[in-house]
């Protein structure tokens, strides 16, 4: 009797000392949580003043856009809130207006010198010889449902009479959250974003998991040389397909009012670091704008021509290596040739 009591209090304390150790567990990973979130936002707060180069939006759907006036070192904005010169809302019968609309690569985040950006090499071969203006809305951190929204509600005021969309692969998640001027604006406020999250959405929003994840990625970087594709994970999800049908209702609106359409795709960062193909996530978006009728302009291939004669040096191409995927100064000339010959005729 006496040994079936203290087997089972034996017992009984081990589950006690299970349930004290995983307490343990579970409050230091919630301490860490929250002293990473306390370290973020205070370098968030300080990052060379450029979280003010953005503010919260009052435009239903857009959480953030660029602070008007906006004027560093490193970027200006103008008065109307773009990283471009002035220009009217309406634009003089003798030209055409080309609008330029994406996330921070269009915006030409790294790059800054604003003539050496995309829109702005584009305005420049355009301006004098075609009557054309190209007018740069591009905003860091959108994803579709952003720029669907800034386009029904900010771009089709300009009167463009085309429209080029800067696409790159995680537009499909874009920032789940943003620091601005205003503080911490999140996408889950968006009334129109998605329906569904990817599977990575919650986990996303840890800062413990983003640490780990940080440091397994620089460890596989500096050890096998190896980053990993997480797009090509995300095909197969339901909001891979609500981007879809978002960008065909982008481009059907366009259609039904006379303007056109183009996308730029550009390409992964890890495509351009060794010799590799297409990617399941790239080939899988080439056949749905070609199934639609949408055209395009894929970069891919044009990138690649530049890395075959530089011997694979991916960095003079993207900012800041494998990591990032924004193009250089070098990659926005190759972006906007790659546009001109399309717009010319030389597809």
Known sequence: MDSHRKSSQVVKNKRTSYLVFLLTIVVMLLVTEGVLRLVHTMRSEHDNGLNSLLRKSDVPGLQWELTPGFTSDRYKINAQGFR???FPIHKEKSKKRIACIGDSHCFGL?????????VSILHDSLAISEHTEVLNFGVPGYNTWQEFVQLQNVVLKYQPDLVILGFFFNDMDGNT?????DG???VDDNSDAATTGSYTTWLKQSHLVR??????EQLALAVFDYYPNYIDLKIKTARWSEMKSKLQQMAEILKE????????????TYQLAKMESESAAQQDIVAFFDEKQIDYVNLFPVFRQYLQ?????????????IRDSHPTAAGHALTARAIL?????DK
């Not at 640490?211 to 397994?216: D, H, R, W």
């Not at 004669?309 to 290596?321: D, H, P, R, S, T």
Request: aromatic share 12%; net charge positive.
């Open 309 to 321: 004669q530089n011997n694979y040096n991916y960095k003079k191409l993207i900012v800041k290596g």
């Open 177 to 181: 959250a943003i620091f601005t001027k």
């Open 84 to 86: 471009d010169a002035e």
């Open 341 to 345: 010959q399309f717009l010319r005729g």
């Open 211 to 216: 640490a780990i994840k940080n440091s397994l």
């Open 110 to 118: 790294g790059v800054h010198d604003v003539r050496n950006i995309y």
């Open 184 to 186: 911490l604006q999140r």
């Open 257 to 268: 009012k006379e303007i056109e359409f183009l996308v730029v795709i550009f390409p992964m």
